[in-house]
Structures are given as C-alpha cells and as structure tokens.
C-alpha cells in the first residue's frame, strides 16, 4: 500500500497533550529562565491582594497598580475602605475599567469581612467565592499568592497560552484548570499560572508571538507540521 502523498494540505496530526516528558522540559526552561515569579500586582497583605485581583478584571495590572497606590495609603483595611463609603472608592479607581460595580463589589465584600470573617481573608476557597466581586479565578491567585496553595488561576493568557501549548485541550476555563492541575508535575504547580501568564503577556502574545525569544521553542506543538 503506497504512502499518500506530501502534498500542501497534508498535515501531520499533532497529539491534544504534550508528552510527560515534555511538560517535564517546559516547565523546567521557565523554572529556570525565571525561578521565583511574583504576581505583578502590588500588595502588602492578604486584604490588599484581594482588593487588586477584584480591580484587575478586564484591566491590565499596570492600571491596577496606579489607582491601588494612593488607594492603599488611605484604605489598606477593610474597616478603612468601608469608611470610605462607596463614592470614596470611586474617587480612586476611576480610572479603571467598570470602576462603578467595582467599587460596590469592594464596599459589599468589606462588609463581609467584618461581619463574617472578623476583617481577615478567609484562606478556604468556599468563603473567598462568597464575596462579592470574588469568582474562581480571584480565589485562586489569592490562595496561590496570599496563602501558598499550588491553585492554577486561569486567566486570558494562561488559557490562550495552554492551548498553544498542548497543556490543555479543554473548552473553558474549568476544564483548562483542572487539565493543567493533572498534567503539571506538582514540583512545578506553585509557580505554574505565574509563568504562564508571564509567558502569554510577553513572549507568546495572542496576535504577534515573538516565537524567536521563546526558552520553550523546540518543545512548541502550536505550528503543524507539514
């Protein structure tokens, strides 16, 4: 029986996940290239990191970071920020994206704290997803960040960068999460979302990757082969 031909539109088929071996290699280049990476959100505590996640949705942490500084200075505690009252918030974060419902979702969330908690962040993940403003993804880069737990926090980037890489084939962001917490060797699932997400802002970009600067090049199964 003859091989079909290589013709323009053959395509080798490449496998949904890497190999073990593979997952190995990649993660150890980034542990390598960048072995103790940090949230690039500025905080000081629990409270304060909480407060950022909530403001960093559908904005860059750049943003985050400017409104935080003098927010912070004023209101690093709950009792403080609910002081401030909803319209003292805003006065702060204005300049952020969907600072209306964030500033609610601050003052409602501080309240909770008080009320429920005594003022401290829980670290379960039950009691964060009860706060308002607080969905999986603000949970877990609190429980990563603020409480050392191996939690894999997927974000724009770790999922566009998961699927390029073959770490996940999964539809959603659930489904990404859990394949990345079964495929990732668990010597590496501390540091994991902070080096993919590093990895999708600055090297694998959504629309231009800049594939020549990449430490996981070669291990790469986005492009098929012809």
Known sequence: MKAA????????????????????TLFARFQAANPDPKTELEYTDAFTLLVAV??????????????????????????????????????HIKTIGLYNSKAQNIYDLCGLLLEK??????????????????GRKTANVVLNCAFGQPTMAVDTHVFRVSKRLALSSGKNPLAVELDLLK???????????????????YVCKARMPNCGDCVIRDVCLKVDVQ
């Open 5 to 24: 031909p290589i013709g323009k539109n053959t395509r080798r088929r490449r496998p949904a996940v890497l190999t073990v071996n593979a997952i190995e």
């Open 117 to 134: 908690h005594g003022g401290i962040v829980p670290s379960e993940r039950a009691a964060l997803e009860e706060l308002p403003g607080v």
């Open 183 to 201: 495929n990732i060797p668990p010597g590496y699932l501390y540091y994991a979302h902070h080096w993919l997400i590093l990895h999708g802002r």
């Open 54 to 91: 909530v403001l960093s949705a559908q904005a860059t942490d750049v943003s985050v970071n400017k409104a935080t500084k003098g927010l912070f200075q004023v209101a690093a505690t709950p009792l403080a920020m609910r002081a401030l009252g909803i319209d003292g918030i805003k006065r």
